[in-house]
């Protein structure tokens, strides 16, 4: 009889904190800069250069640590942990190991099945990043970006609590939307914002010993942390039936390749040898601080969807997807505020916007038209300055160029006909010039109106309402 196996996952998670500055230093923590014009003594690790803890960093981690259940310390420091490496210029990285900002945390993640599982949270600790390595295999060089070197990072470790990678999806997610409901960071995984290393080991269903795990690294999408799983898992239990053992290991996952290849050995925290940072002072959180950030804590997506089912009167869906993203929810919420019409707010989100980000690739977060433009165009459908396909047209450019689109119908002639008279000479000519669709609507096909509209509407250039041509075309025929 097959042995059955069960997977054990947890993930360690770094997230970028959204500050405009370093976490010792005053340098930009921008995306996107020239290599090494972000830095500054500090974060290149000179002789002598001291550090300062950003205040930011530090609220940020506190407010993610209570928005997943954590204890929060009150009395912590950093650790100086050593390794050597190109992109490491300190050849230290300051991080937290004996006493981190948050520990013995949860989140609740939604099985497949339909229930709830809550997912432990081990620890949240602060540290700063190192730099950026560049490799070029073909002229053999390498060349070092100190520009994320110092750029605050919060770590997220989980217990062993998933046991699959739709559960690590899932728990990925939550925490995604927390922190991004919380304002501390975009999450943006293709940008490096949010990383996870995957610790996954296996044991025969039953067991209660923990396997020897090994450390996924090198996952910047869901996709990729999912078959990451999937591959590894397959792996080791295909180590285990060959009778060898699973080795204690650092793994990279070569996505296009469908495949992992040890990377090193795994280090315990003594080969880093830590001991506590010199140059930074305690951390000491008072009560009149925990209460302030307590206080800035906003309503997060589950109080959000509950308000939404009772205060607008829009589909459990859509209410579903508008929340998925807060950025979204803020936009969707601004455009009510202003034209006071939630349902017609959602179906320009949930149809147009949607429809537009698809087909651009763009993230909700990168939405850049304004709730002030969205109210303008919807209050012109409604008073029929324009018709719905022409506020189509004007949308998909206000999409990227967030115009005012009052300004665009003027500029651009597109406002609705309602020349009653010029529409019927122009219908009368569309009669005249399709009699077989006349015809056919005579002799029952419906559908033969919907043609003439058509016709009509090209005639007109697309400028006219509809509405009108149908109850025109229905009294002249």
């Known amino acids: 009889m097959a042995k059955e196996y069960e997977t054990v996952i947890g993930l360690e998670v770094h997230v970028e904190l959204a500050t405009k500055t370093k976490i010792f230093c005053g340098c930009s923590t921008a995306f996107g800069a020239a290599p090494n014009t972000q830095t500054c003594p500090v974060c290149t690790g000179m002789p002598g250069a001291l550090p ?23 009395y912590g420091k950093f650790d100086r942990k050593n390794y050597f490496y190109p992109d490491n210029p300190q050849n230290y990285q300051i991080s ?31 540290e700063e990043d190192a730099g950026k390595m560049i490799h070029d295999a073909w002229e053999e060089w390498s060349l070092v970006d100190y520009n994320r070197s110092g750029v605050p990072l919060i770590e997220i470790v989980s217990e062993p609590d998933m046991r699959s990678a739709e559960e690590v999806i899932a728990y990925l997610e939550k925490l995604r939307l927390v922190i991004q409901y919380l304002g ?6 293709q940008e490096g914002s949010m990383r996870a290393d995957v610790n996954l080991s296996i044991r025969e269903v ?4 923990l396997g020897t795990r090994t450390e996924m690294k090198n996952l910047n999408s869901f996709k990729a942390i999912a078959r990451a799983i999937e591959g590894e898992r397959a792996r080791q239990i295909d180590l285990i039936e060959e009778g060898k053992a699973v080795v204690l290991e650092t793994r990279r996952w070569d996505d296009a390749k469908g495949e992992s290849y040890s990377m ?8 880093y040898r830590y001991f506590p940072d010199p140059d930074l002072v305690p951390i000491v959180v008072s009560d009149a601080m925990l209460e302030e950030i307590k206080a800035k804590q906003p309503e997060f997506r589950t109080e959000k969807m509950a308000r939404y089912k009772e205060e607008y009167d ?16 803020d936009l969707f919420e601004a455009t009510v505020a202003i034209c006071n019409q939630p349902k017609k707010v959602s179906n320009w989100l949930m149809g147009e916007t949607m429809r537009l980000m698809n087909e651009k690739e763009i993230e909700p977060q990168d939405l850049s038209f304004s709730p002030e433009n969205l109210a303008k165009l919807i209050a012109l459908v409604d008073s029929k300055a324009i018709n719905s396909s022409v506020a189509k047209e004007v949308f998909e450019v206000m999409f990227t160029q967030d115009i005012d ?45 919907g043609f003439l509209v058509g016709q009509t509407m090209k005639a007109m ?14 009294e002249l025929i």
Do not use: F, W
Request: charged share 30%; glycine share 8%; proline share 3%.
């Open 264 to 271: 090193r050995s795994k280090e315990d925290a003594q080969d």
């Open 52 to 74: 300062v803890l950003n205040k930011q960093v530090l609220e940020y981690a506190i407010a993610v640590g209570l928005a997943t259940n954590c204890d929060i310390t009150r």
């Open 96 to 126: 937290q190991l004996y006493l981190p900002i948050c520990k013995k945390g949860s989140i609740e993640i939604e099985t497949q099945a339909g229930g709830k599982k809550k997912i432990g949270i081990h620890e949240i600790h602060m």
């Open 461 to 474: 250039k697309g400028k006219a309402d509809p509405g009108m041509i149908n109850r025109i075309l229905k």
């Open 206 to 209: 039953g067991a209660t010993e």
């Open 314 to 329: 829009i589909p459990d869906y859509d209410i579903d997807i508008i929340t998925s993203s807060k950025h979204m929810a």
């Open 184 to 189: 501390a960071s975009d999450c943006k995984l």
């Open 405 to 449: 689109p009052n300004e665009y119908v003027e500029e651009n002639g597109l406002q609705t006909i309602n020349d009653e008279g010029a529409l019927r000479k122009t219908i009368e000519e569309v009669i005249t010039n399709n009699p077989q669709s006349v015809k056919d609507y005579h002799n029952g096909k419906e559908k033969a109106i």
